[in-house]
């Protein structure tokens, strides 16, 4: 074998080495595009996770809150009728106390009276 011949074999074995080569690194981008594909997915998934767990969490949080103010409120609305009722059967003067001021003392007495007006007795005169 001739050197000519020796070097045009070394160099077809170059030759399908570099093809080789460019096959392998074709192959090795695909892999890369795909392990980026799947971290995205992971990712995308481990963030959606995540964010799940906090407006979870938030909403239990919010719904503890709205359970108490609605509570809160019930029971002022409640205690704001108790109050009129109160005031109704003459256990309390609504009226002044109704803006927190407590300037008349409720009445002894289950039973208020109602005292005539001599003005009231013959409204004709």
């Not at 170059?14 to 460019?22: F, G, P, S």
């Not at 509570?71 to 609504?94: H, M, N």
């Amino acid at each position: 074998m001739s050197e000519l011949d020796r070097l045009e074999a070394a160099a077809a074995e170059c030759r399908e080495m570099i093809r080789e080569a460019h096959a392998a690194t074709k192959d090795l981008r695909a892999a890369v595009r795909e392990a980026k594909r799947e971290l995205q997915d992971l990712a995308r998934d481990e963030v959606a996770a995540q964010i799940q767990r906090e407006v979870s969490r938030q909403l239990e949080e919010l719904g503890e809150r709205t359970t108490e103010a609605v509570t809160a409120a019930t029971q002022k609305v409640i205690a704001e009728f108790d109050r009129f009722g109160e005031s109704l059967l003459g256990k309390e003067i609504y009226w002044q106390t109704a803006s927190g001021r407590r300037a008349v003392t409720p009445p002894d007495t289950d039973v208020v009276t109602l005292d005539a007006q001599p003005s009231d007795e013959n409204p004709e005169q």
